[in-house]
């Protein structure tokens, strides 16, 4: 298993038109080459992937925010997971807290799982509880989220899933807020405890967990160093390619 640094940038709904697309991702692209000891995949728009697909390089890759279930049919607005790899994605990110706020169920991820490694797509699957309560039932919240939506998964599948961690209470808030390191080393314990408990030891051991929820240059050295992750899934910071790159350069500083 690759302990290489994962940054998955997941730009959203963003940046509003093609041109600006462009720009982001050239300076971002010449800004990665200086980190190539880290996988950086790019997760812009989808209408933007086929303007990059022949721009990418080892250690740089393009992903895909978001993919239907089924491979084509009568899905309105929908994208199937080989039409986005025929883009030239070759990582989906799957189950984001945004998308679930908008009705996806752990099972509809699920399937989405499915189809998209089927498809031969690498999974970028989110999960993270929405609130803290005192009972600690975002221990349960969080086992089932990770059981439901990997119930249909291989153990021999697990090397083309990424976890990426993102308590939702830390995303897009201030860059003091994002988890603190010693709360998210526990939190990637549990998850390692949940997958040895579905598969095996081996397996819990190798699975690779991204922290996400407004990550900066600042806070990223110390998340990675003592959160127990192998990487980040960042929104806003990704948006900026003078702030991108000092997160790159903060994540090269802290291995
Ligand atoms: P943020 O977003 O970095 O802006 O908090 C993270 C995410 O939603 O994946």
Known sequence: MTKKKIVVANWKMNPKTSLE??????????????????EVVICPPALYLPLFSKMTQKNFSLGVQNVFSEQSGSFTGE?????????????????HS?????????????????ASLSSGLLVVLCVGEKERDSSARFYE????????????????????????????????????DAMKPAELYEMTIFIKKVFADMFTADVAHSVRILYGGSVNFENAPQIIKEGGVQGLLVGRESLDAESFSKLLKAVHESR
């Open 21 to 38: 697309a462009r720009d982001l991702f050239k300076k971002v692209k010449l800004r990665a080459k200086v980190f190539s000891e880290i």
């Open 141 to 176: 919240f969080l086992k089932n989220q990770i059981r439901t939506s990997l119930g249909a998964v291989k153990a021999s599948d697990l090397k083309k899933i990424i976890i990426a961690y993102e308590p939702v209470w830390a995303i897009g808030k201030s860059f003091k």
């Open 98 to 114: 945004e998308r679930r706020a908008m009705g996806e169920t752990d099972q509809l991820v699920a399937k989405k799982v499915s």
């Open 79 to 95: 994208i199937g997971p080989g039409m986005a790899a025929d883009a030239g994605a070759s990582f989906v990110i799957l189950g």
